[in-house]
Structure formats: structure tokens, C-alpha cells
């Protein structure tokens, strides 16, 4: 198993479309990107850390290809968003590829290139080495199964999904 990590805005909404792919194990919602070891989440989401708010994807390559996480990523957020994802404004919901090896960087840079080069604009995704990844507190651990009703409401009142 491998592990990729992924930063697209709030953790909660991207966090469900991974589980639906075969050879997708856990999936974590944290921080990364920052210096500050174990940052609260308070604290990431004023500003105050350096950390994004990021997901760790466990992943059998024999079953998914990174590739593939990357086409997932690129599905579910708004990629030519540089303030943030929908109402989620500030550098912790900007988005952010964590690559832990030298192909999955060429995976990432070839994915957002050929996207630029598909919609004519720029994709403002940061493609930057994996330094650590801290858990997010366990309330944010799979939202979406535990607070099914506020998880639907966040998704509308977000702008990511239709009401």
C-alpha cells in the first residue's frame, strides 16, 4: 500500500468520492504543507500555521494508479480556484499536490498541464514535496459518515454541490 496526499479545500468534502474505487484503503483528513508540529485545527483554519487542510489516501497501485487519484482530485474541486475552494477562503483550503516520489510528481505536473492546456487557463495547484502529514482531530475523521445530515448541508451551503 501507498499513500498520496491531497489538498483540495475543506477534508470533509473530498474525503467520501475516494472510498467508492476499489484498492482505496483508509482515508484520512489532517494538515500539510506547514513547519508546526500537531496543528490544531483552529489554528489551521485562522491562517495561523502554514498547514492546508489535506487527505492522506492509502492506496494499493496494483488496484488504482495514482494517475487515477489525480482525475478523482481533479473531478471534485475547483482547480482554477486560487483563494481557496467555493466559500472556504485562506491559504489552509488552497489546493495542494504532497507527492512523496519523483513519479508522482511528473504524474501531478502532467495532470494540471494538460488540464491548462485543455481549458486554456491556469491551474493555480501547488505540486510540492511531502513533508509530514498530522491527523486531523477524530471528529473530522470520516464527517460524512458520522454527520451525514450536516455533511449534506455544508456540501450546499459550500456551493459544492446543488440544494
Keep these: 500500500m ?5 489538498a483540495g479545500g475543506c477534508f470533509w468534502c473530498i474525503t467520501p468520492i475516494f472510498h467508492l474505487y476499489d484498492g482505496v484503503g483508509e482515508v484520512l483528513s489532517g494538515y500539510s504543507g506547514g513547519d508546526e508540529e500537531d496543528p490544531r485545527y483552529e489554528d489551521v483554519k485562522a491562517q495561523r500555521t502554514g498547514h492546508r487542510e489535506t487527505i492522506s489516501v492509502e492506496y494499493d497501485p496494483e488496484q488504482v494508479s495514482y494517475e487515477l487519484l489525480m482525475d478523482i482530485y481533479l473531478a471534485n474541486v475547483d482547480p482554477f480556484d486560487e483563494g481557496g475552494q467555493f466559500i472556504d477562503r485562506g491559504f489552509s483550503y488552497t489546493l495542494a499536490v504532497y ?35 498530522w491527523k486531523a482531530e477524530e471528529y473530522h475523521q470520516d464527517y460524512y459518515l458520522k454527520n451525514p445530515e450536516a455533511f449534506e448541508r455544508e456540501l450546499i451551503e459550500s456551493g459544492r454541490k446543488k440544494g
Design 2 to 6: 501507498k499513500k498520496a496526499y491531497f
Design 99 to 133: 507527492y512523496t516520489d519523483e513519479e508522482e510528481k511528473a504524474a501531478a505536473e502532467a495532470k494540471i498541464k494538460a488540464l491548462e492546456e485543455e481549458s486554456g487557463r491556469k491551474v493555480p495547484i501547488a505540486v510540492e514535496p511531502f513533508k509530514s502529514f
